[in-house]
Every structure is written in C-alpha cells, then in structure tokens.
Nanobody, 124 residues
Framework: VQLVESGGGLVQAGGSLRLSCAAS????????MGWFRQAPGKEREFLGA????????YYATSVKGRFTISRDDAENTVYLQMNKMKPEDTAVYYC??????????????????WGQGTQVTVSS
C-alpha cells in the first residue's frame, strides 16, 4: 500500500489550497480515506474522511464548511480542498487509509496506512 500526498505549500490567509493523495495497493471499497494534520507541539488532528464505497464524507467541526474531501476514481486519488484558510491551519497534512466500519473513524490509531505528509503554511 502506498499513499503519496502532494500540493502543500505557502498560501496567504483567506486563500485556498488543494492537497492530493494518490493511493495504490488498496481494495478501495473496503476503506475510509482520512485527512489529518499535525502542528508543531500538538497532537495529530482529524479533519475529515471519505468512505470510498459511496463517497459519503464526515468532517471535524473545526473545518466543516471550509474543507471538502472528494475523490477521483480514475486516478485513485483523494483530494482535500481547503478554502478560507487561516494561519492556524499551518501544519503537516497527512492522508490515511483505514478499514471502513459502520461509523467514521476519527482516531488516528484506527487508520492502517499513512502518507509521508505535506507541509502547509498559511501566512497572515
């Protein structure tokens, strides 16, 4: 299994950025694809997840309405669209794959596979 994130970088407050997570080696319909972030000195934070089998999504309250997760079946890629970004969004962002249960998993330990992370910096 391989998850490869891309799309991180520097963006001004109020701007937008789209992260990509190219996945391979998974039986996709069995998995959630989640997005997390970790800022320096803080714990890894759940942002949202997509159930691959039906594209249902679930978001953390902190990003709901600003961040959107989507997928491209042809490219086996999951996206995290981030809008109205804030300096506090600065972190390393990770995608992850976890075996899909009835309810969305928000705990990082429930996810089996992780990407390498991509840095996102929001300037004020």
């Amino acid at each position: 299994v391989q998850l490869v994130e891309s799309g991180g970088g520097l963006v001004q407050a109020g701007g937008s950025l789209r992260l990509s997570c190219a996945a391979s080696g998974l039986t996709f319909n069995w998995y959630f694809m989640g997005w997390f972030r970790q800022a320096p000195g803080k714990e890894r934070e759940f942002l949202g997840a997509l159930r691959w089998s039906n594209s249902n999504t679930y978001y953390a309250t902190s990003v709901k309405g600003r961040f959107t997760i989507s997928r491209d079946d042809a490219e086996n890629t999951v996206y995290l669209q981030m809008n109205k970004m804030k300096p506090e969004d600065t972190a390393v962002y990770y995608c992850a794959a976890g075996f899909a249960n009835a309810n969305f998993d928000v705990v990082s330990g429930k996810y089996d596979y992780w990407g390498q992370g991509t840095q996102v910096t929001v300037s004020s």
